[in-house]
C-alpha cells in the first residue's frame, strides 16, 4: 500500500504539469487589438492588430472615418514569452512590448521612441 501511495504522489505533479502547460499555450490567435488615434501622435491611424494564429499577425490601418486605408496592411510573425511579445516585419522591423490583461503595450524603439497601448477588441 505505501508503494502504491508513493507511486501516486511522484505522478501528481506530471498530472498538474500536464494542466499547466496548457493554460499557457499562446491565446492570441484569432484576436484583435487596438490602438486609437491620440494627441500625442496625431498622425498615426487607428491601428489594428489581427492575429491570425499562433505566429502571425497583421496590422490593419484605418482613417479618421474608420475606412480601412486600402494597400498599406503589413505582416510580421511574433513570439510570446510569457507577457513578453516580439513582433519581426516583413522589412525586418522590430517591435517589442508586454502584454497584461486585455493590454498590450508595444514599444517603437528608435528615434523618436514611442509606446503604442493597444486593447484587446
Given at each position: 500500500?505505501?508503494?502504491?501511495?508513493?507511486?501516486?504522489?511522484?505522478?501528481?505533479?506530471?498530472?498538474f504539469?500536464?494542466?499547466?502547460?496548457?493554460?499557457n499555450?499562446?491565446?492570441?490567435?484569432?484576436?484583435?487589438?487596438?490602438?486609437?488615434y491620440?494627441?500625442?501622435?496625431?498622425?498615426?491611424?487607428?491601428?489594428h492588430?489581427?492575429?491570425?494564429?499562433?505566429?502571425?499577425?497583421?496590422?490593419?490601418?484605418?482613417?479618421?472615418?474608420?475606412?480601412?486605408?486600402?494597400?498599406?496592411?503589413?505582416?510580421?510573425?511574433?513570439?510570446?514569452?510569457?507577457?513578453?511579445?516580439?513582433?519581426?516585419?516583413?522589412?525586418?522591423?522590430?517591435?517589442?512590448?508586454?502584454?497584461?490583461?486585455?493590454?498590450?503595450?508595444?514599444?517603437?524603439d528608435?528615434?523618436?521612441?514611442?509606446?503604442?497601448?493597444?486593447?484587446?477588441?
Amino acid at each position: 500500500m505505501k508503494k502504491v501511495i508513493l507511486v501516486m504522489v511522484l505522478i501528481l505533479p506530471f498530472v498538474f504539469q500536464s494542466f499547466t502547460d496548457d493554460e499557457n499555450k499562446n491565446t492570441l490567435a484569432g484576436t484583435t487589438w487596438v490602438y486609437t488615434y491620440s494627441a500625442a501622435v496625431p498622425e498615426t491611424p487607428e491601428t489594428h492588430l489581427k492575429f491570425t494564429d499562433d505566429k502571425n499577425v497583421e496590422t490593419l490601418y484605418y482613417d479618421q472615418t474608420g475606412k480601412l486605408i486600402e494597400g498599406n496592411t503589413e505582416h510580421a510573425t511574433y513570439v510570446v514569452s510569457g507577457s513578453h511579445i516580439v513582433f519581426t516585419y516583413d522589412d525586418g522591423t522590430t517591435y517589442s512590448g508586454t502584454i497584461t490583461g486585455n493590454k498590450l503595450l508595444l514599444v517603437y524603439d528608435k528615434e523618436p521612441a514611442f509606446t503604442f497601448s493597444f486593447v484587446k477588441n
